[in-house]
């Protein structure tokens, strides 16, 4: 119980890595406050939770929206009076040639993927600062790695949750405050299902063939799975991790290291 009495926020822990996260911080002894948009969702996975031995807050969340980050901080506090872990999950896809991005395309990708995410970890900041300690891993991705001809938006999102996270660990490293993240590759989630079916599209695949050329590509040889990046996750929340800070680890099953 390595986070016995501890308390983690996660943005978008309604399903997929959130939800696995969440269950995965759960077993490690943290109580959970599930900020998502999804309330049930969020209720679902506040219900598994609590069937873990763990309390659970649902705060209904935008991520894109300063008062409702502000407000999940305020709920914490009350609810918990602490806040150790932040969990920056939410997340959003859209693939489209560069000709057809839109602003609007544009700013929704960027104002989920990235804004939020610095927005989020300004709001906790305080209470870390105070606490001087507190641990932040946001999503980033293997696309804020590499470049994609189909994925402009998306990969520049992806990047600079990889700039903030730096940024981030270096300005705060003195008050106590770790900051990494992680970089997945081809999870099996409701955001892989959207990849699919857009990136199908764009090259004229069917969603069955673009799946089994992707698996191809991946050394390990199979899809990753959410609890495959949530343990990673559990990993760099954890005391394990004490000497670690500024990092994206890769967990892709070896696909960067091919780019």
């Not at 008050?175 to 599209?201: H, K, L």
């Amino acid at each position: 119980m390595e986070l016995q009495g501890q308390v983690a926020i996660i943005t978008g822990a309604g399903r997929g890595i959130g939800r696995a996260t969440a269950l995965e911080l759960t077993r490690m002894g943290s109580d959970i406050v599930v900020a998502e948009v999804d309330r049930a969702n969020a209720e679902r996975t506040a219900a598994e939770v609590r069937r873990l031995g763990r309390r659970a807050l649902v705060v209904p969340t935008d991520v894109t929206s300063r008062n409702d980050l502000v407000g999940i901080v305020e709920r914490t506090r009350s609810e918990f009076g602490r806040i150790d872990i932040l969990v920056n999950n939410a997340g959003i896809y859209r693939a489209a040639e560069t000709l057809q991005v839109t602003e609007e395309h544009w700013d929704a990708i960027m104002n989920i993927n990235a804004k939020a995410v610095f927005f989020a970890s300004q709001a906790v900041l305080p209470t870390m600062i105070a606490q001087k300690r507190g641990v932040i891993v946001s999503l980033a991705s293997m696309a804020g790695k590499i470049g994609s001809g189909a994925n402009l938006p998306y990969n520049a999102s992806k990047a600079a949750v990889i700039s903030m996270t730096k940024s981030l660990a270096v300005a705060h490293a003195a008050d106590g405050i770790r900051v990494n993240c992680v970089c997945p590759g081809f999870v099996e989630t409701d955001m892989w299902a959207s990849v699919v079916r857009e990136q199908a599209a764009l090259l004229n695949q069917s969603p069955e063939e673009f799946t089994r050329r992707r698996v191809r590509q991946i050394p390990l040889g199979r899809m990753e799975r959410p609890e495959d990046v949530a343990n990673i996750i559990g990993f760099l929340v954890s005391p394990r991790s004490d000497y670690m800070t500024g990092q994206a680890l890769s967990v892709d099953g070896g696909l960067v290291m091919q780019g």
